[in-house]
């Protein structure tokens, strides 16, 4: 008989399956379950730019399209963090389009880190970032941010973390699972620090567009010094919902988008030629439509801050994403604990905090991209479970 851990890449054998699908497998199997587990959009991708991928692909719009992407939509990709973020990248050599943001993460962590770097990795955050590090031989080092300085990232958190092996920093804001953002002010305060330790950045910014303050996203590639040292990453999938479009970009400095490119060509050859279609016309025309989906986001999202608080559970008010991160510790159960018993007593699905981190123990993260209607019940049954556990106590 074969041992097939003999074939098998250590790194990648020992890494822990996400945290994130033991629920969505539960609820599969089970009748009446509520969830609010899944960060996709609710929306449909908006019409015209579902009619634009149809057209291109009525009229034969099929082949491949150069490694990098359509210089059509590297173009508007540049024009776009030109405009909004007042960033400016040459489309022929800083800008990659990928399948997902995803595959930008993966890409930019395994064209930077080498056997035995040190990557400081910011949580809660998404549960990708430790897995592709350690795959590539990479070591996570994890910067837990507390809720009382509303889950942002301080110079004093790096300065306690770094060390002479360390390389890059995953800053994730708007971040996945808290909703935490951070403004211009914030950004150049850890800007020194990083730029001190001469760390590159990979910046995640899917969420740029959902973000509820005057302020608006603000991009660490804008800060002084800070471009020349940041891959950012972002998409399509969240601001436009374009979820099963599968496209994303890196942008970074011209050096580092040549040896994505490369990693890119022969794993992936090209992202999806249709999307890549759709999205220049997302880019060009669907500004109108963000807004429409931001400020229905942002209904949800204060209804959903004040029923968590209604039934008796601390809740940061997140600034951008489409996430809530309440609080469980008053229930005295653990985060897994309490998952457990919310779907199988109550058929409400949501994520355990620690899924993004030991830094999220004691919270839970419900997602708000979907109807008031189903978040009211589900948060009605969720109050049900948190007195039923206070006067188990």
């Known amino acids: 008989m074969i041992d097939y851990n003999e074939f098998l890449n250590p790194n990648l054998s020992n890494v822990k399956p996400s945290g994130i699908r033991k629920f969505f497998s539960i609820a599969e199997e089970m009748d009446n379950v509520i969830s609010l587990g899944v960060g996709e959009p609710d929306f449909l991708t908006p019409w015209h730019i579902r009619q634009q991928g149809i057209d291109y692909l009525e009229r034969g719009k099929t082949r491949y399209t150069a490694n990098a992407g359509l210089i059509e939509l590297r173009n508007e990709i540049s024009r776009y963090y030109t405009r909004k973020y007042l960033v400016q990248y040459d489309p022929k050599t800083e800008v990659l389009v990928t399948v997902g943001g995803s595959e930008g993460i993966d890409m ?28 590539s031989g990479g070591k996570a080092i994890p910067i837990a941010t507390k809720l009382e300085n509303e889950f942002k990232l301080t110079p004093e958190d790096i300065e306690k973390t770094v060390t002479p092996k360390t390389k890059a920093i995953v800053l994730p804001f708007p971040n996945n699972p808290t909703g935490a953002i951070m403004n211009e002010a914030e950004l150049k305060s850890i800007s020194e620090v990083i730029k001190k330790h001469n760390l590159f950045v990979i910046s995640d910014e899917i969420y740029s567009e959902l973000t509820y303050t005057p302020e608006g996203h603000i991009t660490i590639a804008s800060i002084d010094g800070m471009k020349e040292r940041t891959i950012v990453i972002n998409g399509f999938s969240k601001s436009y919902s374009m979820t099963g479009w599968r496209l994303g970009y890196a942008l970074g400095p011209a050096p580092v988008i040549k040896q994505m490119t490369k990693l890119h060509q022969f794993a992936i050859m090209s992202a999806p030629t249709n999307s890549q279609y759709a999205a220049i016309d997302a880019l060009k025309n669907g500004d109108n439509d963000i807004k429409k989906m931001v400020m229905d986001y942002d209904m949800r999202r204060r209804f959903t801050v004040d029923a968590f608080r209604k039934i008796g559970l601390e809740c940061f008010e997140p600034k951008g994403a489409f996430y809530v991160f309440p609080c469980i510790k008053s229930t005295g159960l653990s985060s897994d604990e309490f998952c457990e018993r919310l779907i199988k007593e109550k058929h409400v699905a949501v994520i355990p905090g620690n899924a993004f981190g030991d830094s999220g123990e004691g919270y839970i993260r419900a997602s708000y991209c979907y109807s008031i209607d189903n978040i009211k019940e589900a948060i009605t049954r969720i109050g049900k479970l948190v007195k039923e556990l206070k006067n188990e106590n």
Do not use: H, N, Q
Request: net charge negative.
């Open 108 to 135: 930019a962590i395994r064209t930077l880190i080498s056997s035995g770097d040190e990557v400081l990795v910011v949580e809660p955050s998404f549960v990708c970032y430790k897995p592709i590090i350690d795959v």
